[in-house]
């Protein structure tokens, strides 16, 4: 504030309450083919339930990839999901040629003002599942009591309060319905049901509701319907678009228009490089949070998939990937262990990442079948699972932090001579043992040379602790680099960390934030140092129990000392 020049009262107020923010740690990451839903585009996902719901219930060309994501979901429950497609996708539209809209970015850019030649509507987002809906747009006076789907609003459409408000007359006829109906029953199973009901919407471009919002049915549709979009208007609706106040009649028509969409197309055999960039969408630490990559590996581009996930991961510094070999190296082979290590031997040496040793055989409830699928979803679910029981430093392996669900056997059970040859080459054995279940027995990251970073929970625990500190450390930009601005940051990271070594993250730590290393030189090329010394916490790799057999009349303390 200005030096006062009189006498008088400042109030001033210095925010002296800075303290380090709890950070996401358990957000999962996925690419892969789906039958519904955006392509190229981030979902959030909560549940099983939430991805079927968004994304469609999987058939035998995406069931590989559902499971493996809804894998993930028995553990956590914050996923960001990608769908991918073929080239090939397109939507159905109502001239049956097909188009492909790949989401809502693409649509507005492209397609919102009715450049579409593709008839009336388009199913919202590719795939064969559009080829089962049928749009029916009923007007003012076309005959609502014979309309096959009248039962789905409570009267005829006419004439809209807006209209009236502008002074048309009661049969001006501004208003129309919509009912989107599953035609072949394959989204809800029944054919004939009408899936979602649009009633009183009005052909006028400027037609609002009583809340304000808009009610021009282009836009009510858009951006309402969870299964069409609007591509232009019928021909029958010859003033549809105009404006309410100057349009002097709005035409109806004659009877129902009736389309049945049809021309849609799946494109759910992704080569490695649409998964690629469906994970190029997770990349940018800045605006995508995500903390746990892992995708299916498919058989043609596993290594090139789980490579790309390495380098997301490294690069954001923020992020762990989780990698399963291919399941051919552990399913109709005599040579799993040594398949898998050929796998693991092409992998980049990178602490950001973690490699398990089989495939899962697990159920799948919507086709009534059992499949093969990569653990890297169950793996990476684990440390989400972990996050919620105890915290992300600690091992998600083990028989109290590392139990699969949901797995009815393992392609590939090593035993100990193969877990030895596995775990050398950086890969987690997950094995099957009587009466303990279905266990992560390892918790290597791929970082080939010996150090603290070769375990999942050191790497996580230093993701979270850079994350939090970083973010915290942006209120530092821009102020002075003095005496008050350094202890101002001591004072918000030192009690973060005495409370992450009060949780076993670390048993010490040291902030140095002073003049020996912000310089005068530092301070006069503007930046701002702080080093901070973290001896993070071990977890247990090997157990040595000896058992001493004594005579009867020795005093332990004489053979263990006191």
Not at 76 to 103: C, F, H, M, P, Y
């Amino acid at each position: 504030m200005a030096f006062q020049v009189s006498p008088g009262v400042q109030v001033k107020e210095i925010d002296a309450t800075n303290v380090i923010p709890a950070v996401s740690t358990s957000i999962g990451g996925f690419a892969g083919a789906l039958n519904w839903g955006p392509i190229e585009e981030v979902v959030d996902v909560t549940s099983e339930k939430d991805l079927a719901d968004k994304f469609g219930t999987p058939d035998n060309n995406t069931a590989k990839y559902f499971l493996t994501a809804a894998a993930f979901l028995k553990y956590g429950n914050a996923l960001k999901v990608v769908r991918v497609a073929q080239s090939t996708a397109e939507n159905a539209t109502a001239d049956g040629n097909g188009l492909l809209i790949k989401n809502d970015s693409v649509y507005e850019n492209s397609y919102s003002t009715g450049q579409g030649t593709v008839g009336h509507w388009a199913a919202k987002y590719a795939g064969t599942l559009g080829n089962s809906l049928k749009v029916s747009l009923l007007t003012e006076g076309t005959g609502f009591a014979s309309w096959t789907y009248a039962s789905s609003f409570d009267s005829a459409p006419g004439t809209s309060d807006y209209a009236i408000s502008l002074g048309k007359a009661a049969n001006y006829g501004d208003e129309l319905h919509v009912a989107v109906i599953d035609e072949d029953g394959l989204i809800s199973g029944t054919a004939g049901t009408v899936l979602e009901s649009f009633a009183f919407m009005s052909q006028g471009s400027d037609a609002k509701k009583s809340d304000g919002t808009s009610n021009y049915y282009v836009d009510v549709i858009n951006n309402n319907s969870e299964y069409i979009r609007w591509m232009d208007h019928p021909s029958a609706l010859s003033n549809a678009g105009a404006v309410l106040s100057g349009a002097a009649s709005i035409a109806g028509s004659n009877s129902a228009i009736d389309n049945s969409l049809s021309g849609g197309v799946d494109g759910n055999t992704p080569t490695a490089g649409n998964i690629a960039s469906g994970f190029d969408l997770l990349e940018d630490a800045e605006t995508v949070d995500v903390n746990l990559l892992f995708a299916f590996p498919d058989a043609n581009g596993a290594t090139t998939i789980a490579s790309d996930l390495i380098s997301i991961a490294a690069a954001r510094k923020d992020c762990m990937a989780f990698v399963s070999p291919p399941i051919e190296d552990t399913v109709g082979t005599s040579t799993p262990a040594a398949d898998v290590k050929a796998f693991a031997d092409a992998l980049n040496s990178s602490s950001y990442a973690s490699c398990d040793s089989t495939a899962l055989y697990v159920y799948d409830k919507y086709n009534d079948t059992y499949r093969y699928i990569g653990a890297a979803g169950h793996i990476a679910g684990l440390c989400a699972g972990t996050d919620k029981t105890n915290d992300a430093w600690f091992s998600p392996a083990g028989v109290t932090r590392g139990q699969l669900f949901g797995v009815t056997k393992l392609a590939f059970n090593p035993k100990q001579a193969d877990r030895d040859t596995l775990y050398k080459a950086r890969v987690n054995p997950v094995v099957s043992l009587p009466g303990q279940g279905t266990l992560l027995f390892g918790d290597k990251t791929l970082l080939s040379k010996p150090s603290a970073f070769d375990r999942i929970n050191v790497r996580r625990l230093f993701n979270t602790l850079e994350k939090a500190i970083a973010t915290a450390a942006k209120a530092q930009l821009f102020e002075f680099n003095d005496e008050f601005t350094r202890a101002q940051f001591k004072n918000a990271v030192e009690p973060f960390l005495r409370e992450v070594k009060g949780r076993r993250g670390l048993t010490d730590f040291l902030v140095v934030c002073d003049t020996t290393n912000n310089t005068g030189n530092v301070i006069d090329t503007n930046k701002f140092i702080a080093d901070i010394y973290i001896k993070p916490a071990r977890s247990i790799n090997f157990i040595t129990l000896n058992f001493v057999a004594t005579r009867t009349g020795v005093d332990f303390s004489e053979i263990a000392g006191s």
